[in-house]
């Protein structure tokens, strides 16, 4: 099927097969509503062409329902008028839009909720032990879920996904390692099917409109559930308008996989079409990824790619247009304990609110960049986007700089795809390309940063968290001996870290606490030099430039 064609959820047409899936943003308000910059992010997506946006997930009760902070909320009919805003927004581009409702269970955050965690058994959570539910803590929640999806429905969503998926609440329920219940809530598929069912029938008793469950396909770990289990949970389920897979609890790869894992990860997995309305997300990255996923399921939902391009889906369904890739790094998308969501590809994500203030000045003129690392080819692009025709000159061969020098070959393969999407972007941008040349008198894009290589020796300390120290300890590591401190992995996302530590071992890395220890290279940075900063500073010596000569162009 193309992804072009409109499909069917319920009764409600979706003008394309192409869904923006959830995504915590960070974005909303503290107390859990709406505001323009979350509206605006997720309007973007919508102008993009996007035929459903899925809004990330939004907590049910303010009691102990919230899994982290700014996550938006809808357990009060104060927050209506604003989410009505948002959905007027989204509708404005011909776009639907599905509120996705979830309760946190033992996952909610201990700081942002007025209770203990719940969990339907009183079993390890990383950490921390959540109280069993009682059936009357079961009765409110299910009151919840109700509320909530009213007021979804009166703020004019077209539907709501139920977060059945990734060990909240209703997946937790469905989880023969998390579920050890021996009431009619545990003990067999049924039992343990029955509160998520008796959710959908209390909503689907008041609201008429579509109701869908994300589900994880398999889980990850010890004592985890597989593929077929999954397709049980989706095919026993009654009720429901769609269902969407998703992956994983809480090891990776899960969902979110990183560039270690395979495209089009969690359809891979998939045993058989299911005899119900089905979207599968997962690491598409293109049109091939996207046909694939399209051959066995009905709708097929992107996360990471619409960040790192809002217009993601239009350019899809327009072969021509080159989409500005999901990398998988995982880096600035997942860093939400305390950031908003970023992409490492693309500086405008989170900040469409801010940008549209400011509109792109058009100039007249000539520019020479000099530079075809990251920040070269940003600037070329940016000084093409305010209508300067440039020539950018690179002294190599190939356009790339420092992603040239990637040591890491999966990694290699991933972010290829950037410097593949400049070279497109930037011939349907006209500018001229001037390899194996240096023009010193325009505009220098040399990084401004350059982080030096690992010394070479036959036994090496590292205590670095830069991406390509990262690379080089597990080069290295094929035949030197190696010492990393614990704490070079904190700018990696808990995924990426759990996946760095298992490849690490199997190639012999040893472990080791910082302190106290004389290291060869020692380099922690809260904020490193990479791929966005690059490029922020590639626009910058551009918008620097206009500004300069902006009495010229008078
Ligand atoms: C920043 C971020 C936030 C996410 N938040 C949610 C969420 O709120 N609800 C949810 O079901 N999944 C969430 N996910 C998982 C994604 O919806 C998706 O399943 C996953 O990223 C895999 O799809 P992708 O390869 O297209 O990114 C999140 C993922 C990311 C990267
Ligand atoms: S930060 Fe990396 S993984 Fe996340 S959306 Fe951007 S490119 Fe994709």
Same mark, same amino acid.
């Given at each position: 099927m193309h992804p072009g064609e409109s499909g069917y959820i319920g009764n409600l047409k979706i003008k394309n097969r192409i869904v923006m899936a959830p995504m915590i943003s960070n974005l909303g308000n503290p107390d859990g509503s709406t505001n323009e910059n979350h509206i605006s992010y997720l309007e973007e997506r919508a102008k993009g062409g996007f035929g459903l946006i899925i809004t990330e997930y939004t907590f049910v009760n303010n009691r102990n329902s919230r899994g982290s902070v700014n996550e938006t909320g809808i357990y009060d009919r104060k927050f209506i008028p604003k989410f009505r805003r948002l959905t007027e927004r989204v509708h404005m581009h011909g776009a639907k839009t599905f509120m996705q409702l979830v309760? #946190? $269970? $033992?996952? #909610?955050?201990q700081q942002y909720n007025r209770m203990r965690s719940f969990a339907p058994s009183s079993v390890d959570y990383i950490g921390t032990t959540p109280w069993e539910l009682t059936q009357q803590d079961i009765s409110e929640i299910i009151e919840d879920f109700v509320h909530a999806a009213k007021n979804a429905k009166d703020s004019f969503f077209d539907g709501i996904e139920l977060h059945g998926a990734h060990g909240y609440l209703l997946s937790e329920f469905m989880s023969p390692s998390l579920n050890r219940r021996t009431d009619r809530y545990g003990g067999d598929l049924e039992g343990r099917l029955r509160f998520p069912q008796e959710v959908v029938e209390a909503i689907r008793s008041e609201i008429d409109f579509p109701v869908g469950m994300r589900i994880s396909l398999y889980e990850n770990g010890d004592n985890s559930y597989n593929p077929e289990y999954g397709l049980k949970i989706a095919e026993n389920l009654k009720g429901l308008d769609y269902v969407h897979f998703s992956a994983g609890i809480f090891n990776p790869p899960g969902s979110s996989a990183s560039f270690y894992d395979s495209r089009t990860h969690i359809y891979n997995m998939l045993p058989r079409r299911p005899a119900v309305t089905t979207m599968v997300v997962g690491s598409v990255i293109d049109l091939n990824d996207a046909e694939r996923v399209l051959s066995g399921a009905d709708f097929v939902a992107v996360a990471r790619p619409s960040l790192a391009d809002p217009y993601f889906a239009m350019k899809l369904l327009d072969n021509n247009k080159p989409i500005r890739p999901c990398i998988r790094c995982n880096q600035a998308c997942r860093d939400l304990a305390l950031g908003e969501v970023r992409c490492t590809v693309n500086p405008d994500t989170g900040l469409e609110n801010s940008i549209r203030h400011y509109p792109v000045q058009k100039v007249k003129g000539h520019i020479a960049v000099s530079g075809g690392g990251i920040k070269g080819m940003e600037a070329a692009l940016e000084a093409a986007k305010h209508g300067l025709e440039v020539t950018l000159y690179n002294k190599g061969e190939r356009l790339g700089g420092q992603l040239l020098s990637i040591t890491d070959k999966r990694k290699a393969i991933e972010f290829s795809k950037l410097i593949e999407y400049y070279e497109k972007a930037l011939k349907m941008a006209g500018v001229e390309v001037v390899l194996n040349s240096e023009n010193r008198s325009g505009i220098i894009c040399a990084p401004d940063k350059v982080y030096p290589d690992l010394p070479e020796k036959d036994e090496i300390w590292i205590d670095s968290n830069i991406y390509k120290h990262h690379d080089q300890a597990l080069e290295m590591a094929e035949n030197h001996k190696v010492y990393m401190s614990r704490r070079s992995l904190s700018s990696l996302d808990r995924s990426r870290v759990l996946e760095y530590e298992k490849l690490a071992s199997e190639k012999g890395i040893v472990f080791v606490d910082h302190a106290g220890k004389n290291f060869d290279i020692s380099i922690v940075e809260r904020n490193q030099y990479d791929i966005r900063s690059a490029m922020v500073s590639g626009r910058e010596l551009i918008r620097e430039y206009i500004e300069r000569n902006s009495s010229h162009y008078l």
């Open positions: 309760h #946190a $269970g $033992g996952k #909610a955050s």
